[in-house]
């Protein structure tokens, strides 16, 4: 990941969450452990990719979990930590203002 340059507690929140999917990802672990095919399944325009490197980011920031299952076939589940869950909050301010933006751009 990249350094913090500013030293600015904002530029350290977009360091970690910053891109198109990461806070997205967050939001739909919100509601409870998933798989990674669940996760595409929310998410269908991201890539295997980009999905696997986003949850690997949010897992070295220590946001996110990954449990895997002595299984056949092995069974990989990604959750919220309990860092992870400090942003709740921020998820519903995210959509607060995504709903106020939505109204906004149907008035025009």
Do not use: H
């Amino acid at each position: 990941m990249k350094e913090n340059l500013s030293g600015c507690s904002v530029e350290e929140s977009m360091r970690v969450l910053g891109g198109r999917w990461r806070l997205l990802l967050v939001s739909y672990l919100l509601d409870g452990p998933k798989r990674f095919n669940d996760l595409r399944r929310d998410v269908p325009g991201i890539s295997q990719r980009m999905l696997t490197l986003d949850l690997r980011a949010l897992e070295d920031a220590g946001l996110i979990t990954r449990t895997v299952y002595p299984t056949s076939p092995v069974k990989v589940e990604y959750a919220l930590s309990t860092d992870g869950e400090r942003l709740r909050p921020v998820v519903e301010v995210m959509k607060e203002f995504g709903l106020w933006l939505k109204a906004r751009d149907e008035k025009v």
